[in-house]
């Protein structure tokens, strides 16, 4: 028998945790289904990643987030929402990845997974964007050597290193890489260090360029990678260097045609932003929800934890009004 839901939420991280304690507090009955670990997004972060924004700001539920350093760490952030949840005591499904939300003749919604068969009255889609990498699309960019995400420096001490573009991440990476012995070289779109930098770590990058500890191509762009070496184009010709790994941190996006699926139009530009009610998160499709980064489409930036809390109360009060 398939199980009858008020609303499914789809994703548990921060967003999709607050629309849930959100829920609760409504008295409807609830579902999240994520497909990895909760917070999933955080889990799979660098292991020594820094926020951008203080503990306060990444608070659900009126739930105080102690945090001793002035800006909390991937793992003080899943110490937190691990906390949350023994609070709350969420209806939550892990490690179940949903494949069709589909519309029923009733405005109801079917949702599949890998696991299981639901059905109900309104989804709530929060499924963040760190799940696909954008490539770069160049000859070579399959090899084993070339990783789309971080995780720690120490694989790569004393080894050849080139890490694409100036964001947070590949900041972070170059500078500990660097400090962990590897031989680093950056290859940079723009000709400077991406203003949205940590503020604290901006200067850090600039000063080791500067010094030529690291090794920066600036309005550069790879154009072939291979086995030991690659081959990138720099206002001065083409170079070519010795390589070992490629850290290929050019950003991640929401999976949109996941969206599209479900019937949610996006805009004709290349920004792909979904057509969503601003007050009340509610897509083109009737009872179909967004709330967190996956609001913006490929404007990864504009959506963060601490901006997009709200969308858990919009929804929830439009839903039981």
């Known amino acids: 028998m398939t199980k009858q839901y008020d609303l499914i939420i789809v994703g548990g991280g921060p967003i999709g945790l607050a629309c849930a304690i959100e829920a609760q507090k409504k008295n409807l009955k609830y579902l999240i289904i994520e497909k990895g670990a909760i917070v999933n997004s955080i889990f799979n972060y660098p292991l020594y990643m820094t926020f951008f924004s ?11 987030f102690n945090c001793l350093a002035p800006k909390p760490g991937r793992q003080e952030a899943l110490e937190y929402y691990r906390n949350i949840h023994r609070y709350f005591n969420f209806n939550i499904n892990l490690f179940e990845c949903v494949s069709e939300v589909k519309k029923q003749e009733d405005d109801s919604f079917k949702v599949k997974t890998d696991k ?41 001490a004393f080894r050849n290193i080139l890490v694409v573009g100036a964001n947070n991440s590949s900041v972070d990476a170059a500078l500990e890489c660097w400090r962990k012995g ?70 991640y996006k929401p999976d949109l045609s996941f969206l599209q699926n479900m019937g949610i139009q996006l805009s004709d530009d290349e920004l792909k932003i979904p057509v969503y009610n601003p007050e009340t998160m509610e897509t083109n499709v009737k009872g179909l929800f967004l709330a967190g980064v996956v609001c913006g489409g490929m404007q990864t ?21």
């Open 54 to 64: 203080t503990a306060e700001r990444l608070e659900i539920g009126n739930i105080p």
């Open 116 to 156: 299981d068969l639901y059905n109900t009255k309104n989804v709530i889609i929060a499924t963040g964007f760190y799940d696909i990498p954008i490539e770069m699309k160049i000859k070579g960019e399959e090899l084993p050597k070339v990783r789309h995400y971080y995780k720690e420096a120490h694989e790569y």
């Open 182 to 251: 590897a031989n680093v070289t950056m290859v940079i779109r723009k000709n400077e260090i991406n203003s949205r930098v940590k503020y604290w770590v901006k200067p850090d990058i600039e000063n080791r360029i500067e010094e030529g500890s690291i090794k920066a191509y600036f309005a550069s762009n790879i154009t072939e990678i291979r086995e030991s070496e690659v081959e990138i184009e720099t206002p001065n010709g083409k170079v070519t260097i010795d390589n070992d790994f490629v850290l290929a941190l050019t950003g």
């Open 301 to 321: 930036h504009k959506w963060f934890i601490e901006n997009s809390r709200i969308h858990a109360n919009m929804i929830m009060d439009y839903i039981t009004a």
